[in-house]
T-cell receptor, first 112, second 111 residues
Framework: DAGITQSPRHKVTETGTPVTLRCHQTENHRYMYWYRQDPGHGLRLIHYSYGVKDTDKGEVSDGYSVSRSKTEDFLLTLESATSSQTSVYFC???????????FGEGSWLTVV | GQQVMQIPQYQHVQEGEDFTTYCNSSTTLSNIQWYKQRPGGHPVFLIQLVKSGEVKKQKRLTFQFGEAKKNSSLHITATQTTDVGTYFCAGAIQGAQKLVFGQGTRLTINP
């Protein structure tokens, strides 16, 4: 594995509550990504980071924010969770100079 | 924006039959990558193709990258139950910091 840890792995939360997912890496990779996976949509990029405090939006960023205050941690926050954000969330990392990415094991989020 | 279309979305085969999934990009790619996700698991990198017309093999899996670097295919010969899962292609654009994934092809196999 690529030294990626996601937490929590499973969470059930109520509509309107804030939720933060954490991605932790141990290998000092520059690039980190948050994807969501839903049936029929494959993997869709939410936000990504190309360095500490450097982040950018992906294709489905509405309703999500991210922060990266140190290299090893990339946080994804749902400010006010909605049922449409029920999904599996994958963190991924990529080393500089490489194109391939490595995924964490996923975080299953259910918003009721 | 860039799109990567992958077909079919689902494929069910009898064990021993062949399987192929196809990817098409709206723009020229610098490389294309393939990932496999087992049920309940996370996507795992399989291979990267970089050169126009490139063909690579991994045992029963054959990967091709088109001459125009806009399409790719993954072919599995004589499927086995261990091949079950969803196969994703992902395209990279020169200078871009992110990959664009196809929707995936979910392969199920009747033993």
């Amino acid at each position: 594995d690529a030294g990626i840890t996601q937490s929590p792995r499973h969470k059930v939360t109520e509509t309107g509550t804030p939720v933060t997912l954490r991605c932790h890496q141990t290998e000092n990779h520059r690039y980190m990504y948050w994807y969501r996976q839903d049936p029929g949509h494959g993997l869709r990029l939410i936000h990504y980071s190309y360095g500490v405090k450097d982040t950018d939006k992906g294709e489905v960023s509405d309703g999500y924010s991210v922060s990266r205050s140190k290299t090893e941690d990339f946080l994804l926050t749902l400010e006010s969770a909605t049922s449409s954000q029920t999904s599996v969330y994958f963190c991924a990392i990529r080393g500089q100079g490489a194109d391939t990415i490595y995924f964490g094991e996923g975080s299953w989020l259910t918003v009721v | 924006g860039q799109q990567v279309m992958q077909i079919p979305q689902y494929q069910h085969v009898q064990e021993g039959e062949d399987f192929t999934t196809y990817c098409n990009s709206s723009t020229t790619l610098s490389n294309i990558q393939w990932y496999k996700q087992r049920p309940g698991g996370h996507p795992v990198f399989l291979i990267q193709l970089v050169k126009s017309g490139e063909v690579k093999k991994q045992k029963r899996l054959t990967f091709q990258f088109g001459e125009a670097k806009k399409n790719s295919s993954l072919h599995i010969t004589a499927t086995q139950t261990t091949d079950v899962g969803t196969y994703f292609c992902a395209g990279a654009i020169q200078g871009a910091q992110k990959l664009v994934f196809g929707q995936g092809t979910r392969l199920t196999i009747n033993p």
